[in-house]
């Protein structure tokens, strides 16, 4: 029988302890020091992005943000990433597995995308780099490296609004 693989291997999924409401109150705060121990655990397997996936986030994130905060200043090299930004839905499994992806392809996006903007800016292009989005949405409000599971099927439409845009002939 067929054995699906998990994004996320178990012993690189932690807890922390903290809870917020389905209606957004906190029941419980965020347990800032065991969230440091878990940044530790996940340094010492050298992962390259944090991806936070809170129970009930979707309505109050304030404990994701203070877990970026807290990553971020815990280790400051590490990529983090939340579900409230990347796919604020109920059902924590969606919003999961969703920012798992998000986590999986953001680094490879983001560097596809530098090297594009860097290409095109050595070519005279002076305007930001915009791609379009898969809900039909852009990036403009977000930059170039946020989003990167939303890039996903539009690959050949960046191809095209670019390789026929006259600010790009040398």
């Not at 992005?49 to 979707?58: E, H, K, P």
Request: aromatic share 8%.
């Amino acid at each position: 029988p067929h054995v699906a693989r998990p994004v996320v291997p178990r012993y690189l999924r932690q807890t922390v302890r903290e809870r917020i409401r389905s209606d957004g109150t906190v029941h419980q705060q965020l347990d800032e020091d065991e969230l440091r121990r878990v940044v530790d655990k996940l340094r010492a397997e050298d992962v390259a992005v944090i991806a936070v996936c809170f129970l009930n986030s979707y309505t109050n994130p304030a404990h994701e943000r203070r877990a970026r905060e807290v990553i971020s200043d815990h280790w400051p090299e590490v990529r983090v990433e939340l579900s409230s930004d990347i796919a604020p839905v109920p059902r924590e499994y969606d919003r999961g597995i969703t920012l798992a992806l998000n986590a999986y392809v953001s680094p490879v996006v983001r560097t596809y995308l530098g090297e594009i903007d860097a290409q095109i800016r050595s070519r005279g292009y002076g305007r930001d780099l915009y791609v379009m989005q898969s809900w039909d949405g852009n990036n403009e409000d977000n930059g170039p490296d946020q989003w990167s599971i939303d890039v996903n099927g539009t690959g050949t439409l960046l191809k095209t609004s670019f390789s026929n845009t006259a600010e790009l002939q040398a």
